[in-house]
Protein backbone atom coordinates (compact mmCIF):
# COMPACT_ATOMS: atom_id res chain seq x y z
CA UNK A 1 0.00 0.00 0.00
CA UNK A 2 1.26 3.40 -0.91
CA UNK A 3 -0.52 7.00 -0.85
CA UNK A 4 1.47 9.68 -2.67
CA UNK A 5 0.20 13.26 -2.27
CA UNK A 6 0.79 15.92 -4.55
CA UNK A 7 -0.99 19.83 -5.54
CA UNK A 8 0.25 21.54 -2.19
CA UNK A 9 1.61 25.23 -2.60
CA UNK A 10 1.92 28.47 -1.67
CA UNK A 11 -1.56 30.66 -2.34
CA UNK A 12 -3.31 34.07 -1.66
CA UNK A 13 -6.48 34.42 1.09
CA UNK A 14 -9.53 33.49 -0.59
CA UNK A 15 -7.37 31.43 -3.22
CA UNK A 16 -8.27 27.57 -4.85
CA UNK A 17 -6.04 24.31 -4.21
CA UNK A 18 -6.30 21.31 -5.51
CA UNK A 19 -4.88 18.22 -3.55
CA UNK A 20 -4.52 14.26 -4.82
CA UNK A 21 -3.49 11.40 -3.32
CA UNK A 22 -2.30 8.93 -5.83
CA UNK A 23 -2.94 5.09 -4.65
CA UNK A 24 -1.24 1.81 -5.17
CA UNK A 25 -1.94 -1.52 -3.64
CA UNK A 26 -5.73 -1.40 -2.94
CA UNK A 27 -8.73 -0.24 -4.50
CA UNK A 28 -9.73 3.53 -2.91
CA UNK A 29 -13.47 2.89 -3.56
CA UNK A 30 -13.11 0.12 -1.53
CA UNK A 31 -12.39 2.04 2.02
CA UNK A 32 -13.46 4.76 4.17
CA UNK A 33 -10.78 7.40 2.60
CA UNK A 34 -10.06 10.78 4.62
CA UNK A 35 -7.88 13.76 4.22
CA UNK A 36 -6.08 15.30 7.62
CA UNK A 37 -4.04 18.11 8.17
CA UNK A 38 -1.63 19.01 10.92
CA UNK A 39 0.05 22.54 11.80
CA UNK A 40 3.01 23.46 13.94
CA UNK A 41 2.08 22.56 17.73
CA UNK A 42 -1.28 21.24 16.97
CA UNK A 43 -2.86 17.61 16.67
CA UNK A 44 -3.69 16.39 13.22
CA UNK A 45 -7.18 16.69 12.27
CA UNK A 46 -9.59 15.18 10.13
CA UNK A 47 -11.01 17.68 7.20
CA UNK A 48 -12.83 15.19 5.05
CA UNK A 49 -13.99 11.59 4.60
CA UNK A 50 -15.71 9.44 1.49
CA UNK A 51 -17.34 6.17 2.45
CA UNK A 52 -17.02 3.45 0.08
CA UNK A 53 -21.18 3.97 -1.12
CA UNK A 54 -20.12 8.25 -1.56
CA UNK A 55 -20.91 9.55 0.85
CA UNK A 56 -18.55 12.33 2.23
CA UNK A 57 -18.26 14.34 5.65
CA UNK A 58 -16.43 17.37 6.08
CA UNK A 59 -16.10 19.22 9.61
CA UNK A 60 -17.43 23.07 10.38
CA UNK A 61 -14.04 24.47 10.22
CA UNK A 62 -13.96 23.38 6.48
CA UNK A 63 -17.31 22.86 5.82
CA UNK A 64 -19.00 24.64 2.21
CA UNK A 65 -14.92 24.96 1.23
CA UNK A 66 -13.47 21.91 0.94
CA UNK A 67 -14.81 18.69 -1.38
CA UNK A 68 -13.35 15.77 -1.26
CA UNK A 69 -14.01 12.92 -4.13
CA UNK A 70 -12.22 9.80 -5.90
CA UNK A 71 -11.71 9.36 -9.69
CA UNK A 72 -11.74 5.55 -9.96
CA UNK A 73 -10.23 5.52 -13.03
CA UNK A 74 -7.19 6.84 -11.70
CA UNK A 75 -7.80 5.47 -8.55
CA UNK A 76 -6.96 8.84 -6.70
CA UNK A 77 -8.01 10.48 -3.85
CA UNK A 78 -8.85 14.24 -4.26
CA UNK A 79 -9.49 17.50 -1.93
CA UNK A 80 -10.97 20.64 -3.88
CA UNK A 81 -10.14 23.78 -1.75
CA UNK A 82 -12.09 26.80 -2.22
CA UNK A 83 -11.80 30.41 -0.67
CA UNK A 84 -8.46 29.05 1.07
CA UNK A 85 -7.58 30.81 5.01
CA UNK A 86 -4.60 31.32 6.52
CA UNK A 87 -5.99 28.94 9.78
CA UNK A 88 -5.93 26.69 6.37
CA UNK A 89 -1.87 26.58 6.30
CA UNK A 90 -0.86 23.06 7.09
CA UNK A 91 0.67 20.03 5.99
CA UNK A 92 -2.38 17.83 4.17
CA UNK A 93 -2.50 14.13 5.01
CA UNK A 94 -4.07 11.42 3.48
CA UNK A 95 -5.12 8.62 4.78
CA UNK A 96 -6.21 4.86 4.78
CA UNK A 97 -6.83 2.26 8.02
CA UNK A 98 -6.89 -1.51 5.49
CA UNK A 99 -8.36 -4.04 8.36
CA UNK A 100 -6.26 -2.88 11.81
CA UNK A 101 -3.42 -1.27 10.11
CA UNK A 102 -2.99 2.76 9.11
CA UNK A 103 -1.20 4.06 6.30
CA UNK A 104 -0.08 7.68 5.37
CA UNK A 105 1.17 9.64 2.92
CA UNK A 106 4.24 11.35 3.11
CA UNK A 107 2.10 15.22 2.83
CA UNK A 108 1.86 18.43 0.94
CA UNK A 109 2.30 21.58 2.20
CA UNK A 110 -0.12 24.01 1.68
CA UNK A 111 0.84 27.71 2.85
CA UNK A 112 -2.15 30.44 2.49
CA UNK A 113 -1.02 33.84 2.97
CA UNK A 114 -2.98 36.67 4.17
Known amino acids: VQLVESGGNLVQSGGSLRLSCEASGFNVNSYRMNWYRQSPGKERELVALIDPDGSTDTPASVKGRFTISRDSAKNTLNLQMNDLKPEDTAVYYC?????????WGQGTQVTVSS
Open 95 to 103: HVRITITDY
